[in-house]
């Protein structure tokens, strides 16, 4: 007996919708599942290793790249971490209230700015970074290493595509157009 919410069951009421219209079910199923998973993920680092650190999943990366990499001009660090400029500008803040990142202005050019882990910084991700490594085995425990490794490269590949050929994609799917800027879901009162 198939559960409810199974791929079939899914497959069949987006059908119902669209009726003739051709949907391509795996990648679908690709998507949805790295949505899911991405989602799953973050949730448990957050309510886990994160939460005992005050960090959130945005925060830790980017006290990650900047550890990983050194001391890094912000929009790098942005680039990096997967995050907009104007998101990193608010984490950075409450990192740098927090006393673990520091910000200056870029020697020749100060337009730009450099963010630095501070001691207390280097000392958090020292101790925090391996009990997330440990949870990453964790999320990962029910795959062998060939299998990680093979997940890895799946994923990369997705992020390569996207980055390597989506804004030309954009620009097919918006008739050569740019996006228009984001709503943030708010209505203007009338």
Known sequence: ?????????????????????????????????????????????????????????????????????????????AEEAGISKGTLTGVARTLQNRGLLER????????????????????LMTRVFPEFNAEEAFVTEGLSDDEALDLADLLRRVVVQVETRGAQRRLELLDGQAPPPRRSGRRAKL
């Open 1 to 77: 007996m198939e559960q409810a919410g199974s791929a079939t069951d899914t497959e069949r009421a987006v059908q119902a919708k669209l009726g003739d219209t051709p949907v391509r079910y795996e990648q679908m199923a690709a998507v949805a599942n790295i949505y899911r998973a991405a989602a799953a993920v973050r949730q448990h680092f957050e309510n886990s290793v994160l939460r005992g650190a005050e960090l959130t999943w945005t925060s830790f990366v980017v006290l990650w790249v900047v550890w990983i990499r050194g001391e890094r001009e912000t929009r790098r660090v």
């Open 104 to 123: 200056r202005a870029h020697p020749d050019d100060g337009r730009l700015a450099l963010l630095s882990l501070t001691p207390g910084g280097e000392r």
